[in-house]
């Protein structure tokens, strides 16, 4: 398979089963979607037919498996078939559903990973772009004792160590070292629990589709035969029985750490909520789905950043002005107090770079706010629309003869305050070329390397109506 380009399935496949909590008949269709796709969801039982993208920012349950919840739209219990698409290094899927949750099939991925391997894996003619891990990143939560930390590595690579101090199931260790071995080592390990985690589970209305043959149940304390017979009727069968073993009905393993490798495929399979593929070695020790997704949420922030310091121009006060402020004067028909950028530094087809710099002389600030001088967001956004009135009327011959006036303001972020003293760079890249006069740009404000605010801008250039 080639890495260095997407991949989605040949055709479409569909898998059916029962949910793991709801105990639902469910139909689940895997379908081929386009480079740049990434993982979505489509509850098709719902109006509308709501799609959910797979990431971490719409996870609101992690008890028991990991739910997404997007304007009231939900589905749970996802990790195991995102961790068959990781496995079988597929980047593009659209992920039908009848119902809130995933089938639960025997517990593991290998029902997902061997329908997916029945239709075959196309590549797309699109690069892949990786999560390349260039630092450390840890997490640490002291309350459940859990450690999860990523270190740079030339290939995705997981390994999980867990301690449930249990005298059954003791200390494990399991590990990946290339993703393409996820398949034989890892996709059939299947979910567990500890059988006095049963009843509790069923009283909360979970596990109603729970069955002897989609979990291990590890017994490490003396079962009676009252609790027996609440097991037989929970399960609904006649037979259940506790071996030398540890495991209820003496359930033959995989793997004799295979709790431990389902354990590293829920971090496959939670971590692919970071919306790209990583190229790192990730090392949990205790993981568990609120953990692994918090994880997945700090390395999306730490890319972001990342890619925000990327995306900041370069500032050297020592070059000279592109258009100074005797030229935007000219430009521009804002005076004082409304003038609101003072030099441009860098100016193509495509973009443009202006500098305000930021004094506690400015006369907003006698009123926002006395004692607290804070640079009012809409002046902000003002002075980007008068950064992109620039990069419009730098085009045409005569820009004292025309005015820009905004259609639309859209997608508008703070991130944090802009204050005296500070050298405020506005940035703002060309969205679409520019037709009729209408101009949509990227907005983006910096103070040093640091983004303040974003957004997109619309607006019209106009010529004067010259008596």
Known sequence: MNNKNQHTIKKSVTVAGIGLHTGEEVIMTFHPAPPNYGFKFK???LPDQPIIEASADLVTETDRGTTLNKNGAKVSTIEHALAALVGMEVDNVLMELNKQETPIMDGSSKVFVEALSGIGIEEQDAAREY???TENIVLKDPVRKTEITAVPSDEYEVTVMIDFESK??????????????????????RTFCFLHELEMLYENNLIRGGDLNNAIVIVDKEVSEQEMLKLRKMFNKENVTVQKEGILNNLELHWINEPARHKLLDVVGDLALVGKPIKGKVIAERPGHASN???????KHFFKHKRNMQDAPFYDPNLPAIIDINRINKMLPHRYPMLLIDKVISLDEKHVVAVKNVTFNEAFFQGHFPGNPVMPGVLQVEALAQTGGIFVLSR??????????FLKIDKVKFKRKVVPGDTLLLKMELINP??????????SAYVGNHLV???????????????
């Open 131 to 133: 999560l390349n891990i």
């Open 434 to 443: 520019v037709r009729r006069g209408i101009c949509e740009m990227k907005a």
């Open 43 to 45: 509850r098709i039982d």
């Open 396 to 405: 045409v011959p005569d820009p004292e003869n025309y005015d820009t006036y």
């Open 453 to 467: 605010t974003e957004g997109e801008l619309t607006a019209q250039v106009v010529k004067r109506n010259i008596a």
């Open 168 to 189: 059954v199931l003791g200390q494990q260790h399991a590990s990946l070292h290339h993703i393409s071995d996820f398949k034989k080592e890892v996709a059939n390990s």
């Open 293 to 299: 997704v918090e994880f997945a949420k700090k390395i």
